[in-house]
């Protein structure tokens, strides 16, 4: 069973860059049996997706944070990662890594989810 | 404002059923059979609980089902338990550019 595990800041400055690596485990990301994505949530608030890459490195990105967002993939170290410039209060959340087996709709696997705070 | 839409809140007794609505657009539910719903306990990750609007990933109690009649999606739970408690969100694809939309989510309350 595929599992996931985000890492990275808890707190990001406003106006820089947050970045966070998900490291798979019990499976390999160049098997190309899944797309990776990551997904927020402001506390107490719903669900965003923010866009996926396959292992190929093809990405897709939700337009609303388009310009601001670059996910990639390091098949070497089995992680990809997602870096959000520009960050506002408004992109406090806390960060999912998931994997897709089918449809990018359904996640299979959810990382237990990371909370970034950005605050000066 | 979700492009889906859920109610707030729905509630019901141990052992009864309940339903859970997820509306959208011809553009989303209506148009494709990749309706999703997930389970999430407060500060847990969200659990897929349905895929392809009625599938049930292994593991998920049969207790579990979903459906679809036109832009309307819904995922129903029979035999309520306490655990069952949690809040749940659809998700759908979608022909529009975000590619993956979600619902504001429903909060299950067992009384």
């Known amino acids: 069973q595929v599992q996931l595990q985000e890492s990275g800041p808890g707190l990001v400055k406003p106006s820089q860059t947050l970045s966070l690596t998900c490291t798979v485990s019990g499976g390999s990301i160049s098997s190309g049996d899944y797309y990776w994505s990551w997904i927020r949530q402001p506390p107490g608030k719903g669900l965003e997706w923010i866009g996926y890459?396959?292992?190929?490195?093809?990405?897709y990105y939700n337009p609303s944070l388009k310009s601001r967002v670059t996910i990639s993939v390091d098949t070497s170290k089995n992680q990809f990662s997602l870096k959000l410039s520009s960050v506002t209060a408004a992109d406090t959340a806390v960060y999912y890594c998931a994997a897709h087996r089918g449809s990018i709709a359904a996640a299979d696997y959810w990382g237990q989810g990371t909370l970034v705070t950005v605050s000066s | 404002q979700s492009a889906l839409t859920q109610p707030a809140s729905v509630s019901g007794s141990p052992g009864q059923s309940i339903t859970i609505s997820c509306t959208g657009t011809?553009?989303?539910?209506?148009?494709?059979?990749?309706v999703s719903w997930y389970q999430q306990h407060p500060g847990k990750a969200p659990k897929l609980m349905i895929y392809?609007?009625?599938n049930r990933p292994s593991g998920v109690s049969n207790r579990f089902s979903g459906s679809k009649s036109g832009n309307t999606a819904s995922l129903t739970i029979s035999g309520l338990q306490a655990e069952d408690e949690a809040d749940y969100y659809c998700?759908?694809?979608?022909?529009?550019?975000?590619?993956?939309?979600f619902g504001g989510g429903t909060k299950l309350t067992v009384l």
């Open positions: 998700s759908s694809y979608t022909s529009s550019s975000t590619r993956v939309v």
């Open positions: 011809s553009s989303d539910v209506g148009g494709y059979n990749y």
């Open positions: 392809e609007v009625s």
């Open positions: 890459i396959y292992y190929s490195g093809s990405t």
